[in-house]
């Protein structure tokens, strides 16, 4: 049999601070690529599940379904949408990069 190997489901522990902090486990934080300062995202789920994301991913979820909603709403089509997001991505390239891609 090919393909990848099936996830494992794994239960890792920590330890709460006086001060309410928790360390994240190496292995969770390898598998996030988290690094220091990175914002970390805790979405609580209706049975009282939690989970754990890198809060640069949930950013760009969160923004990528406000566009979408917005889009359709407006009538765009996935091409005009498309186009407007190349013109802006240039626009914030210049403003940060000083130049175009």
Do not use: C, H
């Not at 709460?16 to 970390?40: A, H, M, S, W």
């Not at 809060?55 to 990528?64: P, R």
């Amino acid at each position: 049999m090919t393909g990848k190997p099936k996830a494992q489901n794994r239960i890792l522990s920590a330890n709460l601070t006086t001060k309410g902090q928790v360390t994240i486990p190496k292995e969770i934080r390898e598998r996030l690529q988290l690094r220091q300062g990175d914002k970390v995202i805790f979405e609580i789920k209706d049975g009282g599940e939690v989970i754990v994301k890198k809060g640069i991913l949930t950013a760009f979820d969160n923004l990528a379904e406000t566009l979408s909603s917005e889009a359709k709403r407006r009538g765009y089509t996935p091409e005009q949408l498309a186009n407007d997001l190349k013109i802006a991505e240039a626009a914030v390239w210049e403003k940060y990069y000083g130049q175009e891609d």
